[in-house]
């Protein structure tokens, strides 16, 4: 399996295919396992690349999640692009993986081309926002997905999962933006696809429209069906428009 160096940490990372690069982005609580389905599917023609986040799934943890949560992860990414030396890249990032991706675009626009940015939170969290997430999250534990969880990060999963909460609470209880820089500088397309109906999200289209209004080359299609994340909601429906996206064919 394969691993790269950052920050004194084993960060474990997933390559397949040829061709364009394409970087997948996972978001909080998860891991680059919750693309096993898209990795085979975009592999087919391109090079697909999916990191497990610092503090997830099979990369090294950390004792505190840090504050600039998305930023920093946005640099992890940044410096796996750099050591495979990857031009040109394509990126899909959901949920929290949207704002990774939009703030390595931020910090490096000439080697970012496309960005679909999938389930977007925007720029801040409210504290009734994080309020509802702990809910949720703690219900989640007595159910099935507390299996997924253990499955994807190990015998600690619940710790992983309760500091990715303790930063949320921090960061919406300091008012702390989630992106880092100036949208305008980014000079690719970019998509943000989402559900109305998300229920971790709520008024996505105001938040989503924040983001894009930034942006110079932006487009929003969100969907009166799905749940959070798009992406995995509604899976065939992304998978498709993601294509044309990428491949300049949408609209």
């Given at each position: ?6 920050d ?10 040829s ?19 898209d990795?085979p ?14 503090g ?13 949560f ?33 703030n390595?675009?931020m ?26 997430i702990?809910?949720?999250r ?11 969880w ?6 600690d ?13 921090r ?30 999200i ?11 209004l ?38």
């Amino acid at each position: 399996m394969p691993f790269f160096a950052y920050d004194s940490l084993k960060v474990f990372y997933r390559i397949e295919g040829s061709g364009k690069p394409l970087l997948l982005l996972h978001g909080n609580t998860v891991s680059s396992d919750m693309f096993n389905q898209d990795i085979p599917f975009f592999s087919k023609n391109r090079l697909v690349i999916a990191i497990d986040s610092p503090g997830f799934g099979k990369s090294d943890r950390l004792p505190l999640l840090r504050d600039d949560f998305w930023y920093y992860n946005s640099q992890v990414a940044l410096s796996l692009c750099k050591t495979l030396k990857l031009s040109q890249i394509d990126i899909i990032g959901t949920s929290g993986g949207s704002i990774v991706a939009l703030n390595l675009a931020m910090q490096n626009p000439s080697i970012v081309d496309h960005i679909i940015a999938d389930s977007s939170p925007g720029n801040y969290l409210t504290k009734n926002e994080v309020s509802v997430i702990k809910a949720e999250r703690e219900h989640s534990k007595k159910t099935p997905m507390a299996d997924y969880w253990k499955h994807i990060h190990g015998s600690d999963w619940e710790r992983v999962i309760d500091l990715d909460t303790e930063m949320l609470a921090r960061v919406a209880g300091n008012n702390l933006p989630l992106l880092v820089g100036d949208l305008s500088v980014i000079s690719g397309p970019v998509l943000f696809t989402g559900s109305l109906k998300d229920e971790t999200i709520p008024h996505i289209e105001g938040k989503v429209a924040e983001l894009a209004l930034q942006i110079k080359k932006s487009m929003v299609l969100l969907f009166p069906a799905g749940y959070h994340p798009f992406l995995i909601s509604r899976n065939q429906e992304f998978r498709s428009i993601a294509q044309k996206f990428l491949n300049d064919d949408l609209l």
